[in-house]
């Protein structure tokens, strides 16, 4: 039993060593820039093309990881605001479904532009500090390209390519992430980002399909306090 009761004295020493070390965290009125990889993975439920495409014909969207830079401003030691800036992250579209054989039929970019509110936990102090943030998206696509895979499914025999256009739209994401301080200036940042996001792609033959891609974003940053 006493050795049991010393075993959780340490692991409460532990813990509080690693919460009130000398690494100063994000306080108020104080910016951070971080510096990583973005991935970027659409949680797919696809409706399917709308008549006369075989019923059924439904799409896939690929992953793609992107470098990014996060930046995020103190409005008090535990509440802050945080945007993300990066070069457009390029999906490969997919048949699914009873066009799954179909394999590529596209390409987007995707270029998502957030504002999030967080709460960063423990004291400014700390050298581990989790946190959660709630906020705004909006998802823009361009470059839309469809391959002639596309054109063959949705307009066969007419010898004129099929392009396509998907609406760009507002939603929420929802954020938990968290900062190890490494020292009074530099730190490491993970964060996972899920966006609730619906639209619609209209294709030039009349066709349309409803899109939930839902994406899920993992960032692995390094960052720097000024």
């Not at 075989?54 to 799409?59: A, F, Q, R, T, V």
């Not at 050298?127 to 998802?139: D, H, S």
């Not at 730190?187 to 891609?213: C, G």
């Amino acid at each position: 039993m006493k050795i049991r009761t010393n075993v959780v004295k340490l692991l409460v020493a532990a813990g509080a060593l690693a919460l009130a070390g000398s690494a100063a965290a994000q306080s108020k009125g104080q910016f951070t820039v971080s510096v990583g990889a973005n991935q970027l993975k659409p949680d797919v439920e696809s409706g399917a093309i709308t008549a006369p495409a075989l019923p059924n014909s439904i799409g896939d969207v690929g992953k793609d990881t992107q470098p990014v830079a996060v930046i995020t401003y103190g409005l008090t030691d535990n509440i802050s605001v945080e945007t993300a800036v990066g070069t457009p992250y390029k999906h490969k579209i997919y048949g699914a479904g009873a066009i799954e054989a179909g394999g590529e039929l596209g390409s987007v970019k995707a270029l998502p532009a957030i504002a999030l509110l967080q709460y960063r936990f423990f004291e400014p102090n700390a050298r581990f500090r989790p946190y959660v943030g709630l906020g705004i998206t909006y998802a823009m696509f361009q470059k839309e390209t469809g391959s002639f895979r596309m054109t063959a499914l949705t307009n066969p025999g007419a010898g004129v390519p099929t392009t396509f256009k998907i609406d760009d739209k507002w939603t929420v994401s929802g954020q938990i992430g968290a900062q190890f301080n490494v020292n009074e200036k530099w730190f490491l940042n993970a964060s996972y980002i899920k966006t609730k996001l619906r639209t619609d792609v209209h294709f030039s033959t009349n066709q349309t399909q409803h899109m939930k891609l839902d994406p899920d974003s993992f960032i692995l940053s390094v960052g720097y306090k000024f």
